[in-house]
Structure formats: C-alpha cells, structure tokens
C-alpha cells in the first residue's frame, strides 16, 4: 500500500533485471525526488523544489494565491470551502497565473476579467460570479495584507440576481416529498425542518450531538468576523424525538445512506433532486428549508432573537426572509399552519423512525 502525498506524483517502473522501483516527482516543477520516502533526504528534496516553485511564481498572481493559502484567513475557512476555493483558484491560476503583481492593479485586468465574467455568465451566471469574487477575495487580502496597494475587483456587478427569500417549502411540498421519498431523505426533511440548520451540518449530525432531548451542534460555516462556527442547541420538538428515538444507531452519524455509510455532499444532492423530481416540486432547493424553518417559528410565536439562536441566522437575514415572505403572503392561512403542524407531529415526520432492514 502506497500512501499519496500531497503535490507529489508517484511512478512505478519495472527494470530489466524484474524488480519494480518506485520514483517520486514533485508536481508542480517535475523534479525528481531523492531518497527513501519520508526520509530526510526526500523531505529536504521536496523543501528544495518548493524553493523553486517559489521563486518561478514569486511576484505573480501564481505566488498571490499561494501565500493567500498559507494565511490564518485561509486555515479559518470550513474544509468545503477550501477545496471549492483551490478549484476556482486553479481556473485563475491557469488563466493569469504568470501576471505579474503591478499589472494585477492595473484598470486593464480588471477589464479582461470583467469581460470573460460577462461572455460565462451568458449561461452561468452563478458560477461566473463565484469565481470572480473569490479571486477578488485573494486580490483583498492582497491589498490589505500582502504586496497590492489596490484590489481593481473591490466592486462589480453581479449577473446572479436572484433572492431566494420568498422561496418556501408549504405544506404541500412536504406532503408531496414525504409521499415519495425514500428513509433517507425522509429523515433528512424532517432533521431540517425541525433544526433550520444548512444540509452540510445535517449531513454531518452525530449521535453525540443529542442528548435525549436537546440537538447541539457548532455550525460549520461562520458568520463574518466569526473565527468559528455558531454554537446553537436546540430543544427537539416531539415529532424529532420520537423520530430520532426510533432509529437504529448505524453509524456515529444520524444521517446515513440506507448501508450505514456516511453522505457524500454530490451524492446527496442528486438523491435530493431526484426525490423532489418524483414528488413533482421544482424552484425549490434543500436550503430553502432554512427560510420555511425561521416562517414556522415567527408564525409560532417566537421573536427574531429567539429563531436566531435555533437557526443560526443573523438578525438582518432573518429580517429580511421574513419580510420576503410575509409580504408575499399577508400571512400563513389558519388552516395551512394547521396542516403543517398535522404533517410534523404524525405520520410522514415519523415515518423515518420505522425503518426496518428490509429498507
């Protein structure tokens, strides 16, 4: 068994005389690496070629993302965040990555990027301003922190204007989902509902965050100016008990596939989708569930505060999902609060709960 090793490729050869070697390459120069692996020798040899890549990519944008990498903004940012940072990061490293810093803070960069961002965003206008603000994220911190006296990215306009406010999951949609939903994602519907928490921190609930009566967690995904995620604890309504204490404990997490095995963030995804296909829902995404969670409680009774320390919002987001909707709508119908509360304390919240192993 061969362990992988970050930035270095591993080449297999077999010789004349039959014996199959091992060779180490350091990714990003080719150079040879020498001695045993994790030897002194191999760890000086990768240092050295590190050496070289920071001198090729010294004072271009190349070197900018790398000693942006290496920064406590960095570290502090949840894993998913990271990996979808060096995705988009390589994409502008392969664009402008030999673009030396004094041209970064010249007008004409900022007109390329802007020009490339209005041909994407034609047909994704999403992903073209993703990728514009994190590099313009890198290019900030570059102005603040690192060698740029300028970020020529502080501002632009977005072609993404959607605002997903107003968009919430009735009555009906739960219904529908719940008709046709598999275990799983029944049981993720109902963890959401019943939590207001986003699907990476559902995907990742452990038994060890309840106790019986109370679901704990810190989330992973900080508030600005937030070194950590928030902490929230959230007493369980007797739908989720009743849910959460039927179940059979597979796995150190609450949400598994139907093998006990952990979701992969895509895999649920595309298990979602499909689900809300065959219950015939469209415009309405996991997230959406956040904003349906914070409209129960306020039309519950409860203040910004009190949704806040459950959902993890902030006071200003919660605000502004609430006057979405309300506006929207006046207010819930008696008879709609009363299904809901009918569709979460019976059947189709517990059904998770009677999962048996032919499922």
Known sequence: MHARIKGVNTVRRKLASGEVVTYYYHRATGTRLSGALGSPEFLASIAAAEEITRARTSGTLAGLIRDFEQTGKWRRLAESTRTEYRRVLAFWDAEYGSCPLPALEDKAFRRDVLKWHDAFSADKP?????????LARVLSWGASDGPLEKNVLDTFERAYQGDRSEKIWLPEHVDAFMKVAK?????????????????????????????????????????????????????????????????????????????????????????????????????????????TTVTMLFQAGCNLAEIVSITGHSLRRAQEILDKYLARTGAMADSAIAKFENVLETNYAKRPAKRTSSE
């Open 183 to 291: 275990p799983e994602m029944q049981l993720a519907l109902v963890l959401a509902l019943h939590t207001g928490q986003r699907q990476g921190d559902i995907l990742q609930l452990a038994w060890a965050n309840y106790d019986g009566t109370h679901v704990s967690l810190r989330q992973g995904k900080s508030r600005k100016g937030d070194k950590l995620g928030r902490l929230v604890t959230i007493r369980c309504t007797k739908a989720l008990k009743d849910t959460l204490d039927g179940l059979k404990k597979q796995s150190p997490l609450i949400l598994t596939t139907k093998t006990g095995c952990s979701f992969k963030k895509r895999y649920f995804a595309s298990q979602w989708e499909r689900t809300c296909a065959s219950a015939g829902i469209e415009g309405l995404h996991f997230h959406d569930i956040r904003g």
């Open 126 to 134: 999403r992903e073209a301003d993703n990728r514009v603000t994190i």
